[in-house]
């Protein structure tokens, strides 16, 4: 069935260095959303890409969607204390959602 | 409004009890969805509702039972469960299959 792959599964960094997760998807997407859960919380939406190549800045989180829509990434630049979650990457296909395993990030201050 | 909200936040029942979970979104969302969510992975599908029709069902075990009254409300109906089941059950709604979806809070149910 259709899978989507995230990597790193975990991720520990020195605050204010730089920080990115990836996603791969056995098959081609309609749109990739990113989310954020929170220790203790609930994943909560970031962002949505839809076209091929796209790019879409938050202060310091930039997504892409790669160029044959089966690829993302999400690339935190000079992480802070609060930055500390799960990012999840979903992938958007035939109707459903494809929840990636989501990359744990922790941050040392 | 753009807030899903789920009752109760927690809840503790034994594997003979009858209990449910509700959702509730009034944001003219027209897709439900329930999901379960074990410690350090991601959210597993269980239901889907599609214009108050339940279009997908994955393979859930039968003392697990969706309800869906109106388009703002989804109910999921928990009888015998096993001590298994005991994770984070979270809601979400969306405008439609694809679009970005909204979770509430989630119950934290613990089975014993």
């Known amino acids: 069935g259709q899978q989507v792959m995230q990597i790193p599964q975990y991720q520990h960094v020195q605050e204010g260095e730089d920080f990115t997760t990836y996603c791969n998807s056995s098959t081609t997407l309609s749109n990739i959303q990113w989310y954020k859960q929170r220790p203790g919380g609930h994943p909560v939406f970031l962002i949505q890409?839809?076209?091929?190549?796209e790019v879409k800045k938050q202060k310091r989180l930039t997504f892409q969607f790669g160029e044959a829509k089966k690829n993302s990434s999400l690339h935190i630049t000079a992480t802070q204390t609060t930055d500390v979650g799960t990012y999840f990457c979903v992938g958007g296909s035939q109707g459903n959602l494809i929840f990636g395993k989501g990359t744990k990030l922790s941050v040392k201050p | 409004d753009t807030e899903v909200t789920q009752t109760p936040k927690h809840l503790v029942m034994g594997m003979t009890n009858k209990k449910s979970l509700k959702c509730e979104q009034h944001m003219g969302h027209r897709a439900m969805y329930w999901y379960k969510q074990k410690a350090k992975k991601p959210p597993e599908l269980m239901f889907v509702?599609?214009?108050?029709?339940?279009?997908i069902n994955e393979s859930v075990p039968s003392r697990f039972s969706p309800e869906c009254p109106n388009s703002s409300l989804l109910n999921l109906h928990l009888h015998a469960l096993q001590p298994e089941d005991s994770a984070l059950y979270l809601c979400a709604s969306s405008q439609d299959g694809e679009e970005t979806q909204y979770f509430g809070p989630g119950t934290r149910l613990l089975v014993l």
């Open positions: 509702y599609s214009y108050e029709k339940l279009s």
């Open positions: 890409l839809v076209k091929s190549g």
